[in-house]
């Protein structure tokens, strides 16, 4: 174990047990409706890198058995020693090795498929993937946005989000074709956090 | 439980973690007493004071294979201290075998505390100081309870020129 400069580092949840019950009910919540945009409250101290709701949702699932692969703008910051300390979580090299995956809106997204899919005995073995975006909101009619369907939505559920990468619905087509396996993704920006669990389809709207 | 650098010489500047390393070992009332006054209204923890488990691992004759010998209760906990020298404030850790929060609290405080130099020769005096003086005092008492139960073995040399009881020769 290296050691770490604690001198700049944030506390975790005021309380350990509550705060992060708190953000698991969120994200329960986000993946039983995928994109709903859900608020997260927490009181923890977040890292400057990253966006907050990814790295409290991270603060409250992560454990020392979990594996952890940052892209490389969250590598080297203060986010990956905040949740090394907090969480005892090991920082992988390889993304494809990672239970948990976590890309800053800056960086390259690595292609879905690159992330362990799990296998079709065991699909829950496949990475939980936080994509940090720059904003997401309800979609309106006037822009282009993507329309919700599949398991936990009613009709359809419209969403509109900006920072990922252009060939996004492309590979999530695949990943969704690949059900069983396949991965979940989290979207998070300040203080929202979105469920895309692989059960999700997305289709495009028009917009004018 | 007793390592070289307890007893090392006072001029020598001291490690941080040799300095934590006598911190977890310290008994409370001489924290209180050293460090008591010291101790935040409102700390600012980085991490709450917890209780938990940790695995222990031995070697036979402490060179061979390394083998679990058991779980020991251990507290922890990490907290900020703003100080004047340094703005952001400095970060005190302690570890401490049993489960006295406030034991390994006071000592995050004095680890913190000591990281100050201004307040460093006085700590020395105060805590440490008195601290080796202690596990060299709890050494002492062991070794002696250890002695009255030392067996001394000894073999009588055998005549010389007598034959073995097997008939070889040695």
Redesign the interface.
Known sequence: MSVQD???????F?H?GFGSQAVFRVALDALSHPGRCMLVLHDAQTPLAGQPAAAALLLALLDSDCTLWLSPSLAGSDAASWLR??TGCQLVEQADQAMFVWVAAGDEMPALDSFSQGSDNEPDQSATCVLDVAQMGVGTDSQKHWLLTGPGIQDVTHLAVDGLPADFQSQWAANHASFPRGVDLFLATQNQLVGLPRTTSIQLSGGL | MFHSFDNVEATQPIARADWMALLSRAPLDLLESAVGTHWPAKPNWLRAPETGLMMVQGRAGATGERFNLGEVTVSRCALRLSLATPEVGVVGVAYALGRSHRQVSLAAVADALLQDPTQKNLLEQTLLTPVRLHLAQQRSQREQAAQSTKVEFFTVAREAGAPDEDGEEV
Not at chain 1, 6 to 12: E, K, N, R, V, Y
């Open positions: 604690l001198s700049q580092l944030g506390a975790g005021s350990e300390f907090h």
